[in-house]
């Protein structure tokens, strides 16, 4: 990452794959519920260029809109969590087990938070704009999965969330979501969804903002694209 071509281009490469995917637009659907009344799946439903027009290359100035510090590593972004560890919200301290939905073939999304908020018997929150949500296709062992996942990244557990931290964070949520110790069947399920795991969306409503990341080939995780949503109708972007 230390070459800014090739972090241009890794950059790049993400996005192209990732806007306009199965994770993609789970994501839109849980930005239209976890910060209602913004118009998040209009304002992101362009053209990936049109996308590139508001994205910021991390600095200073870009970590500062984040809220977090921030900075790059071989991997991608990093972000220090310091001023948040013992900060209490409403959000925090949710009962309930996390449920996984599925609002599209090859995405499901996990909230931590609300364990109901995105829970339908069809498999999940609607897309925007849709009337009704078709059952997702069986996913194979090895196709693409991508997660959102809404949670407090301060549940990580730890103080600088690197993409590895994170990646590590997000088996966790899935594991103790899908595997359920009173039925073995659930552990190969778990296991097969671990396995064909490729992107991973966080969207933190506490601090406002959405972490993703992708593996490439060796299974290494980057993280590779960030977001902050204040009051405007449309998420800040920042890439590597």
Request: charge should be positive; hydrophobic fraction near 45%.
């Amino acid at each position: 990452m230390a070459d800014p071509e090739r972090r241009e281009a890794l950059a790049d490469a993400f996005v192209a794959e990732f806007v306009g995917s199965s994770t993609w637009r789970a994501m839109l659907a849980v930005l239209e519920g976890a910060f209602p009344g913004l118009g998040m799946a209009a304002a992101l439903s362009g053209r990936t260029d049109e996308l590139w027009r508001t994205m910021d290359g991390l600095d200073r100035r870009a970590a500062a809109k984040l809220g977090l510090p921030a900075w790059l590593d071989d991997a991608g972004m990093v972000f220090d969590l310091s001023a948040h560890l013992n900060v209490r919200s409403a959000a925090k301290g949710t009962s309930g087990v996390p449920r996984a939905s599925r609002p599209y073939a090859g995405a499901f999304v996990i909230d931590t938070l609300d364990p109901l908020r995105y829970h339908r018997a069809v498999g999940g929150p609607l897309a925007p704009g849709e009337g009704v949500l078709p059952v997702p296709a069986a996913s194979g062992e090895e196709d693409d999965t991508g997660v959102v996942i809404v949670a407090n990244l301060t549940s990580a557990g730890v103080r600088v969330l690197d993409s590895a931290a994170l990646w590590r964070y997000a088996g966790r949520v899935v594991t103790n979501t899908l595997h359920e110790a009173a039925r073995p069947e659930t552990r190969v399920r778990t296991r097969r969804a671990l396995r064909a795991l490729r992107r991973v969306v966080f969207v933190d409503p506490d601090l406002g903002v959405g972490l993703c990341l992708q593996t490439d080939v060796a299974r290494t995780p980057r993280c590779l694209l960030a977001f902050k949503v204040g009051n405007t109708t449309a998420p800040q972007f920042v890439r590597p």
